[in-house]
């Protein structure tokens, strides 16, 4: 694509001025054609400084993702084959469902922008302005229906090794897929199944990243407990950075866990914050409070409750107490 060949040569150029004559060879095309899509470039949102003599220059590049910066040269075996991006959608979630209702084939991704309705879990909205990572992926992994919930556990592991690997910062897992920096929330994972009685049709992985955002778009009362990669490390994020490592990550972790669901279980059990801990449960119809053991090779919660009864979880929201 023209306008991506321009686009590089004039990243490549590091702010030094590249002549209309210049582009115009380098990419085989017109001035007229250069000059055009320098102009697409600016509704995307680059500003872009034309000095009639010296040529172009890129001066702002928008917090944008684009799809062409994405899979540049991303070698991922199976999850973003397909990578759909969206300027707005209600929910990457519901429209990956719809994709993979009509049939979209195993490692398609949606991202979002934004999103004006996305879901969180146990029925709650995800508040999702611009400047995060709302993504959605499509798996069909031939496991025993039991197992699905540690395509959820999976997907928390990928998460926080990208916050690592990306931003070099800690994350920690609690309990089933909250991603915690500082004991703030930097990224929910609400999975969403289809089955039969005993077979998964498909499974749609969402991911909800606090990057960029400002914190004040959020409510009082969930800004308290929500933090964002940017708060944490004090500068912005190059946000396709992130999600290219976030595919790798997942790609990476998706293909053993084919060959062994629960081979991701250490690295999970190494991430997590909440055995060990004293912990309330609640949202299964009864709220419980005791000592998070350990999660089982379903990847349910193990609980020592206070009575001493032992007692396993396979969904619920929990509350880390202060000790
Ligand atoms: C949670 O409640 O912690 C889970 C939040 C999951 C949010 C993500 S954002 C991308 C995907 N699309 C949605 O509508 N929800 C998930």
Known sequence: MYKDKILNLLRSSHSTFL??????????????????YIKSLEQEGFEIEAVPS?????????????QPDIKKGLKTKRIGREIILLPEI????????????????????????????????????WISPPGNIYCSIVVRPQ???????LVTLMGAVAVAATVKQACGLNAGIKWPNDILLSGKKVCGLLTEMSAEQDRIRHIV???????????????????????????????????????????????????DFLH???????????????????????????????TARDIDNEGRLVLMLDDGARRTVAAGDVTIMKE
């Open 19 to 36: 002549s209309g004559e210049e582009l115009a060879r380098k990419t085989g095309i017109s001035r007229t054609m250069v000059w055009k």
């Open 260 to 290: 062994d669901p629960a081979s991701m279980l250490d690295e999970w059990r190494k991430l997590n914050v909440t055995t060990g801990r004293r912990v309330v449960v609640s949202g299964a119809g009864e709220t419980l409070s005791g």
């Open 205 to 255: 992985l969402g991911i909800g990243i606090n990057v960029n955002m400002h914190l004040d778009a959020l409510p009082a009362e969930v800004r308290m407990q929500t933090t964002t990669l940017a708060a944490e490390t004090g500068c912005s994020i190059d946000r396709t950075m992130l999600v290219r490592e976030l595919l790798r990550s997942m790609d990476a972790r998706y293909l």
């Open 143 to 149: 496991i025993p229906l039991h197992k699905a919930p």
């Open 54 to 66: 010296q040529g172009y220059r890129i001066v702002v590049s928008p917090d944008r993702l684009r």
């Open 90 to 125: 209600h929910s990457t979630n519901a429209f990956a469902m719809e994709r993979a209702n009509e049939g979209a084939y195993e490692g398609i991704v949606v991202i979002a922008e934004l999103q004006t309705k996305g879901r969180g879990r146990l029925g709650r909205t």
